[in-house]
């Protein structure tokens, strides 16, 4: 058994974070999704996550496996919505930007990453999580639903001019 865990992301972890990133981006392409296709996520991005301290890494065997920010806190593309959120009065987290790498495709380590993020985040207090994707993007979907997310509605994103719609999700504990 592989040593698996997650913890903040940091400086020194930027040179392997951002293929991660540009394997998920053709990752998408390929299965015919227009989201990341742009500018973002980028190295500014992921260095503005790191200097906020809400940039992840999963680790395999103490190699960086995945990536995600976990905010907390407001989100303005959450403001508005074609549907209805089930909780708008407590403070929630929102997870963004997450992306496994390619050598560790298709060994579910997805379902980790998910699992130490709310566990990690419900340490720190959170209870409430938020997290959105394309239509097209059915493992994002397939995650979600598998960790008690439930569909709420479509938020509007700025990032992707040709298909702007995504599905929010969120978690109540």
Not at 15 to 25: M, W, Y
Request: a negative charge; hydrophobic letters at 40%.
């Amino acid at each position: 058994m592989s040593l698996i865990y997650t913890r903040l992301a940091n400086e020194l972890d930027i040179h392997q974070i951002l293929p991660i990133i540009d394997q998920a981006k053709a990752f998408l392409k390929a299965s015919g999704s227009s989201q990341w296709q742009g500018n973002y996520p980028n190295q500014m991005t992921i260095q503005d996550d790191i200097d906020h301290q809400v940039g992840y890494v999963l680790l395999v065997d103490n190699k960086i496996a995945g990536y995600a920010a976990v905010i907390t806190g407001l989100e303005p593309t959450y403001r508005d919505i074609e549907g209805s959120w089930n909780n708008e009065v407590d403070e929630y987290a929102t997870i963004h930007r997450m992306a496994i790498s390619s050598e560790f495709r298709g060994m579910h380590l997805a379902n980790y990453f998910f699992s130490n993020i709310l566990s990690l985040k419900i340490a720190q207090g959170a209870y409430n999580f938020r997290i959105d994707t394309s239509r097209k993007n059915k493992i994002m979907q397939h995650l979600a639903e598998t960790h008690g997310f439930i569909e709420r509605g479509i938020i509007q994103v700025d990032e992707d001019p040709q298909d702007p719609s995504r599905i929010a999700y969120e978690l109540n504990l």
